[in-house]
């Protein structure tokens, strides 16, 4: 299994909404809905923000949303704010108790 | 409220093993509703899954790494180890244990908590 594919880098100014696409297969991504997604601040752990496509954890604000079109899967962040400046990875699953991440997407507010 | 903590030495020889523990408080890690698992963190790359852990003892491993990865899970001490053998600097990294959920019997949820991560430097 390869990677899942994210684009290196994202932008946005503050209020504006900016989407990370997430690219996989058949076998991963397009094949179940179970992707998610993690925000990571420098030197910190990953935080679960959305789980199973467009799920979202208790407490993680509703600016995140997350959705599914075939073998690609997005993350939305609307409302754009300072803190949302972090990396965010997607991952999926992929059969056979196998996890795949993605190669990660920084996100800068402008 | 879950915690998991990671602990193992910080510096490892080339051509040796690796050796992490993960030790869970606030839960049981026999719960039968989760799996337990490794991630590791390049210096200023990505995340890479390493493999996850039933209580009953049952693995499932990055086929990538399979061959020098082995998980174990010690119920009466609430931990689960990572062993990772040969080890050059390309495995130097940031090492986190996390929980996922179960999910019609496979690990498909989500990595819903994680440790703080704890750097291994490979080096002579």
């Known amino acids: 299994q390869s990677a899942l594919t994210q684009p290196p880098s994202a932008s946005g100014s503050p209020g504006q909404s900016v989407t990370i696409s997430c690219t996989g297969t058949?076998?991963?991504?397009?094949?179940?809905?179970?992707v998610s997604w993690y925000q990571q601040h420098p030197g910190k752990a990953p935080k679960l923000m959305v789980y199973?496509?467009?799920k979202r954890p208790s407490g993680v604000p509703d600016r995140f949303s997350g959705s599914k079109s075939g073998n690609t899967a997005s993350l939305t962040v609307s409302g754009l704010q300072a803190e949302d400046e972090a990396d965010y990875y997607c991952?999926?699953?992929?059969?056979?108790?196998?996890?795949?991440f993605g190669g990660g997407t920084k996100l800068t507010v402008l | 409220q879950l915690q998991l903590q990671e602990s193992g030495p910080g510096l490892v020889k080339p051509s040796e093993t690796l050796s992490l523990t993960c030790t869970v408080s606030?839960?049981?890690?026999?719960?039968?509703?989760?799996?337990w698992g490794w991630i590791r963190q390049p210096p200023g790359k990505g995340l890479e899954w390493i493999g996850s852990?039933?209580?009953?003892?049952?693995?499932y491993y990055n086929p990538s790494l399979k061959s020098r990865v082995t998980i174990s899970v010690d119920t009466s001490k609430n931990q689960f180890s990572l062993k990772l053998s040969t080890v050059t600097a390309a495995d130097t990294a940031v090492f986190y244990c996390?929980?996922?959920?179960?999910?019609?019997?496979?690990?498909?949820?989500?990595?819903?908590?994680w440790g703080r991560g704890t750097l291994v430097t490979v080096s002579s």
């Open positions: 996390a929980r996922s959920g179960l999910r019609d019997g496979y690990n498909r949820g989500p990595l819903d908590y």
């Open positions: 852990i039933y209580h009953s003892g049952s693995t």
């Open positions: 058949n076998s991963d991504v397009g094949g179940y809905n179970y």
């Open positions: 606030g839960g049981s890690i026999s719960s039968s509703n989760y799996f």
């Open positions: 199973e496509v467009s």
């Open positions: 991952s999926s699953y992929a059969g056979s108790n196998i996890v795949l």
